[in-house]
Nanobody
Framework: QVQLVESGGGLVQAGGSLRLSCAAS???????MAWFRQAPGKEREFVAA???????DYADSVKGRFTISRDNAENTVNLRMSNLKPEDTAVYHC????????????????WGQGTQVTVSS
């Protein structure tokens, strides 16, 4: 069983930056780790993923602005977000998958409660 706890969300002006962190209760070095987000009234959407070997994938909407990274020794995954836009406003969730490296949320076995990111215009 893996428990995930996100932190680092907050209120930021458009163009600003935030760094989200996800701390795992157990070893997640073999897991694909990802960030998803859900805005009010919208479906959950993929943001970024990082494989156990360090390969990365990003949603088109965040490419060039967001960077996902992991520290297997510390069992953490981070999401560095820059040049934030109002449309990035959402609850951001960390997720872990022991399966394939994918953007499909149904493949992820463990989820955190989320951290709110609000970007003002």
């Amino acid at each position: 069983q893996v428990q995930l706890v996100e932190s680092g969300g907050g209120l930021v002006q458009a163009g600003g930056s935030l760094r989200l962190s996800c701390a795992a209760s157990g070893r997640v070095s073999r897991y694909t780790m990802a960030w998803f987000r859900q805005a009010p009234g919208k479906e959950r959407e993929f943001v970024a993923a990082i494989s156990n070997f360090g390969g990365t994938d990003y949603a088109d909407s965040v490419k060039g602005r967001f960077t996902i990274s992991r520290d297997n020794a510390e069992n953490t995954v981070n999401l560095r977000m820059s040049n934030l836009k109002p449309e990035d406003t959402a609850v951001y969730h960390c997720a872990a998958s022991l399966g394939v490296f994918t953007a499909q949320s149904r493949a992820y076995d463990y989820w955190g409660q989320g951290t709110q990111v609000t970007v003002s215009s």
